[in-house]
């Protein structure tokens, strides 16, 4: 479920910075990825032959969608099966968003002049076509698009290689054992200053005890070729035992420190995070610019201590899921306001002095750092798509 498996060959970190360094050798240029030595880390692109979640399920319903992936404008839309469809979001014929427009069966048409696109991407229908007119033969880009696990996912990198990566999985999105709740982030920063400080529990300090960990030492380092995982030793506030241990949210006094594991993960491009068996985070990434980046921030608890729950009708465990989805958004926002508020500040003093370098003290930073290099090198999405 962690991925953990899905990598064959996990490094150290020492290993890494030595492979790193050799890939500039010149022996080893074809096989090596690309790294972009030049650029800022806050000026990288992102690997665009990744999986990006680009929107919630329910936000696509009958109507055209516009949304933005690094630089390119895309309009999602539903065919009459219900199947997602993405295009680019310019009309060939005078370059006005397709978004503005409308569903027609499974085309999509333009609000302008009404000109209709299949899901292909090709014109199949001017309205006012003279008989001895042919259409013309503008395709709009199509790019692949799943759906799953609550989200429309967007591949925006070569086609061909789509089916080669899968999206990250959400499995406690659906699993009635998980309670979720969901909110957005949308910040003025470089996606790096946002995954930095994901995987940097060190900065629970903002937060002030908002967070559901506490006390984090940074005990295991992993760094991989498409994942950093840190491991930190920790405190949980909240225990998940108790049918009204939901209370703990709202009344600090019930909460008790006790030891958890504290697991963050960099599945480049996405965020995931254990706190010991009873909480699962996501951030699931949709950066927009190199001073935009857009998120899914997921929080499930899980009842996993329930096993009497287990055992009532799967119409009663769907009534609790539902009831309580949400229930801890609140608190979400909150660590997310506090977030944001450092993360534009730190994109700010990097625009005035982008040449500026503070230290570095958390190990898993520098991990991070180097996966972000290292898939920005091996994308093509350096020059803005
Ligand atoms: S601009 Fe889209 S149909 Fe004319
Ligand atoms: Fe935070």
Not at 350 to 362: D, V
Request: some cysteine; proline content about 6%.
């Amino acid at each position: 479920m962690d991925g953990l498996g899905r990598e064959a060959a996990v490094t150290t970190l020492k290993q890494l910075d030595l492979r790193n360094s050799q890939d500039s050798s010149a022996s080893d240029e074809a096989a090596a990825p690309k790294l972009a030595p030049k650029l800022s880390l806050r000026e990288l692109g992102i690997n665009l032959n990744h999986w990006y979640a680009v929107a919630q399920s329910a936000e696509l319903r009958d109507k055209p969608l516009a949304v933005t992936l690094w630089h390119q404008p895309i309009v999602l839309y539903r065919d009459r099966a219900s199947n997602p469809i993405a295009l680019e979001d310019r009309c060939p014929h005078r370059q006005v968003r397709l978004s503005a427009g409308t569903v027609a069966g499974d085309n999509l048409m333009c609000a302008y002049h009404g000109w209709q696109f299949a899901p292909d991407g090709a014109c199949v229908h001017v309205p006012y076509l003279e008989p001895q007119q042919k259409l013309p033969t503008c395709t709009l880009r199509r790019y692949p698009v799943r759906e799953q696990d609550g989200f429309i996912w967007l591949f925006p990198g070569d086609a061909a290689l789509a089916e080669q990566v899968a999206p990250l999985g959400v499995p406690e999105w659906e699993h009635l054992n998980f309670i979720g709740s969901l909110t957005t982030i949308d910040v003025q920063a470089h996606y790096s200053f946002l995954i930095e400080n994901l995987m940097d529990m060190y900065h629970g300090h903002l937060h002030g005890g908002a967070q559901v960990w506490a006390n984090p030492v940074l005990a295991e380092l992993e760094a991989g070729e498409a994942r950093v995982h840190a491991r930190y030793d920790a405190e949980s506030y909240y225990r998940i035992d108790k049918i009204w241990s939901v209370s703990q949210l709202l009344i600090p006094a019930l909460r008790r420190l006790h030891p958890e594991p504290l697991d963050v993960y960099y599945h480049y491009p996405h965020w995931r995070s254990t706190l010991g068996n009873d909480f699962v985070i996501y951030c699931l990434f949709c950066p927009l610019s190199e001073t935009h980046t857009r998120a899914y921030l997921l929080h499930f608890t899980s009842l996993e201590r329930f096993p009497k729950l287990h055992k009532t009708p799967l119409a009663v465990r769907r009534f609790v899921k539902r009831s309580f989805t949400n229930s801890a958004s609140f608190l979400l926002r909150r660590l997310v306001r506090e977030d944001v508020l450092m993360l534009e500040q730190e994109q700010q003093a990097f625009a005035a002095n982008p040449t500026y370098r503070g230290p570095e003290l958390n190990r898993a930073l520098t991990a991070v750092q180097q996966l972000i290099r290292r898939q920005a090198g091996m994308g093509d999405g350096e020059m803005g798509g």
